[in-house]
């Protein structure tokens, strides 16, 4: 890891799996949200290498919010568990 968008992109990177991880355990997530995140830390951590410092800084801040907005929804309820 050379620079600090590396460690970055890749905290949020394995923290979004984690996450992921954990909700298809309980639950069939989305992997819509999940692909947005990786491929913002990817785009985050070029521009970051590149001399995009402020734009990939944006960029990883609202990938971890939309992090922190998936960690935070509450698990679906089945319908067939209520039968």
């Not at 698990?75 to 209520?82: A, H, S, V």
Request: with cysteine; aromatic share 8%.
């Amino acid at each position: 890891m050379d620079s600090i968008f590396d460690a970055l992109s890749v905290m949020l990177f394995l923290s979004t799996t984690g996450l992921f991880i954990v909700r298809l355990r309980h639950e069939s997530p989305p992997l819509a949200p999940y692909l947005v995140i990786a491929l913002v830390c990817m785009v985050g951590n070029w521009l970051g290498n590149h001399g995009g410092g402020i734009a990939a800084v944006g960029l990883l801040i609202a990938a971890a919010f939309l992090t922190l907005h998936l960690a935070s929804e509450p698990y679906r309820e089945d319908p067939e568990e209520q039968k």
